[in-house]
């Protein structure tokens, strides 16, 4: 096997911020027209690595950052977020969205659901979601996991019906969130950062007027293990280097992989490089550190995936084209 196959994902860090760099600048001078960037920081390596970015394009002082955590976000992703925002040295706020959440019925409508499933769940339990079934050769499918006060943790497999109302509610989250940007973009005259990766964006992991909704998106051409190397060559902190992926949206921590990737980042990196070069499932196999049947399920969910989250790349269906504006 080749150098570079060896570490296909390899890459000039200088040269891939030089050109994130000017291609900011030039989408804000020549298409979007606005002053600056709003980014929203999570705490995790995508949104430090983006606020970073445009810091080296425009400067700290027309970057503007948000933490918006809420009553299931980690204590840790605040902190976090705190630690980048200043060392980045730009003007930054922290809202708390819970209140919103609660007012619109988040909360109440993902715990109704969860008590269809568990009908003794309480909201001082903590929850999550979890893929199971299809590593074992079976049909996808979720599970519930909770646990109680004294530490118990159960699982169930969720109903389509719970499962969907649970999702739906937990939506509500990124939307909130996204409307936030935008009201501080407005206020600004800037244009809103989206901060989703190669894998995220390719296998449709955001919400669609969401986190999926933006003005630029920075670093959705990078996979997440060179969105990594970036963040160590821009000597962000080590906590954000070296932090394990999480959704950080349910109240249980839970990584990206337990919740809708089939394997860690860094192996579903090799399977999305090797499928996108047309490796065979053996080649990525290989390549990955699994079986062949390993790499053939991924493959089959890598298309599974792009063919049902389609439509959240979509722009809205007209029912007669109109000339006049360009897209």
Request: glycine share 6%; with cysteine.
């Amino acid at each position: 096997m080749s150098s570079k196959m060896n570490n296909p994902l390899e890459i000039n860090e200088e040269k891939v911020i030089e050109r994130i760099s000017e291609s900011l600048k030039q989408a804000l001078q020549t298409r979007l027209r606005k002053r600056g960037l709003v980014v929203a920081i999570s705490g995790g390596v995508d949104s430090a690595v983006s606020a970073a970015l445009c810091v080296r394009a425009l400067g700290s002082k027309k970057v503007f950052g948000l933490l918006l955590p809420e009553q299931d976000s980690s204590s840790d992703s605040l902190s976090l977020g705190e630690m980048v925002a200043q060392q980045l040295g730009i003007e930054y706020i922290t809202q708390d969205i819970a209140p919103t959440l609660e007012a619109i019925g988040c909360y109440k409508w993902r715990d109704d659901a969860m008590r269809l499933t568990f009908p003794e769940y309480m909201p001082d339990w903590k929850s999550k979601l979890v893929i199971a079934g299809g590593k074992e050769g079976k049909i996808n499918y979720f599970q519930l996991v909770v646990q109680r006060p004294d530490g118990e943790v159960l699982r169930k497999r969720l109903g389509l019906k719970e499962y969907l109302q649970i999702v739906a509610a937990t939506n509500y989250k990124q939307r909130i969130r996204k409307t936030v940007e935008y009201f501080h973009a407005d206020r600004l005259n800037y244009a809103v950062v989206g901060t989703p990766n190669r894998l995220e964006y390719d296998q449709g992991f955001f919400v669609k007027n969401g986190d999926g909704s933006a003005d630029v998106k920075p670093i959705a051409h990078l996979y997440k293990t060179q969105v990594y190397a970036l963040a160590r060559y821009l000597g962000l902190p080590d906590e954000i280097c070296n932090a394990q992926p999480t959704t950080d949206t349910y109240s249980m921590a839970q990584g990206q992989d337990e919740f809708y990737f089939a394997l860690p980042y860094d192996k579903m990196d090799l399977a999305l490089w090797s499928h996108n070069h047309g490796l065979s499932a053996e080649e990525a196999a290989e390549l990955m550190g699994v079986d062949t049947e390993h790499a053939s399920f991924v493959y089959k969910d890598i298309e599974a995936k792009r063919s049902t989250t389609a439509y959240m790349h979509a722009r809205p269906i007209l029912v007669e084209e109109i000339a006049e504006i360009s897209h």
